[in-house]
């Protein structure tokens, strides 16, 4: 982490032109690999990988400030980009340096067009450290553990918030079988005003349900029996708190 931060220091001084130019010529060069890899990320996988993302930039407003509607529709893309051409390990996603080296060294301008702005004396770009650095911050990693958890074609369906309910509670959706079920039954109600209310009161349930049952050695039905089962009662809850309105 402190070669990335050290090198973001030397970077966000420059003119967002620059700093795309910079992301454009990264190489491998210097790289460490594990020794027993039998297959290693090359500059054309870069390259590709880099030419992906900025094209779905690009759609939703890359290089001018984009709106909230965009960025979201960007990462919920980006999500399934990410994943698929990377194709790496969890144990390789779970490291903090691959992504330090995507959002510093990789992507860093679109780092700052998503998550960035000027400082207020204009002399450099700031993002907060936690979106660069943090495990469960950062900004391309929680992308492709998204659709990793979820499946990519979930994954491009669900919003920010929803992304975030989903995927920022690892005591419960650090099982893939499981998160993919509360996915899609969330995704399955109807009434969408309604739909962020029900998923939160359910996640709550699932945090206590879950300290008494194992759903590690569940069949997938027994898993979408206990989802239905945990949605149902977060219904019945919230329509009984309506009621007393």
């Not at 990789?106 to 936690?130: K, N, Q």
């Not at 990519?152 to 989903?166: H, N, T, W, Y």
């Not at 569940?218 to 007393?244: G, T, Y």
């Amino acid at each position: 982490m402190a070669q990335a931060a050290a090198f973001w220091n030397e970077l966000r001084v420059q003119s967002f032109e620059e700093i795309g130019q910079l992301a454009s010529s990264v190489t491998t060069a210097g790289a460490e690999f594990y020794p027993v890899a039998t297959a290693r990320c090359t500059d054309g996988d870069l390259a590709e990988l880099r030419a992906a993302v900025i094209a779905e930039a690009r759609r939703h407003g890359f290089p001018d400030m984009a709106q909230a509607r965009q960025k979201t529709e960007f990462d919920q893309a980006v999500s399934k980009i990410i994943y698929e051409r990377m194709n790496i390990l969890p144990a390789d996603a779970a490291s903090v340096d691959v992504w330090n080296f995507i959002n510093v060294r990789l992507l860093p301008d679109v780092a700052i067009w998503r998550y960035g702005h000027r400082s207020g004396d204009g002399a450099r770009w700031d993002v907060t450290e936690a979106r660069l650095f943090a495990m469960t911050r950062t900004i391309f990693g929680r992308l492709w553990w998204r659709a990793f958890l979820l499946g990519p074609d979930i994954a491009i369906r669900l919003k920010e918030d929803e992304s975030v309910q989903l995927t920022e509670r690892p005591l419960i959706c650090g099982y893939a079988p499981l998160a993919r079920a509360i996915a899609n039954r969330h995704l399955s109600t109807f009434s969408t005003g309604k739909r962020m209310m029900l998923l939160r009161d359910a996640m709550k349930r699932f945090t206590r349900r879950l300290v008494v049952v194992s759903v590690f050695l569940m069949s997938e039905d027994q898993i979408a029996d206990l989802v239905e089962d945990v949605f149902l009662e977060s219904e019945q809850a919230l329509k009984a708190a309506e009621s007393k309105i």
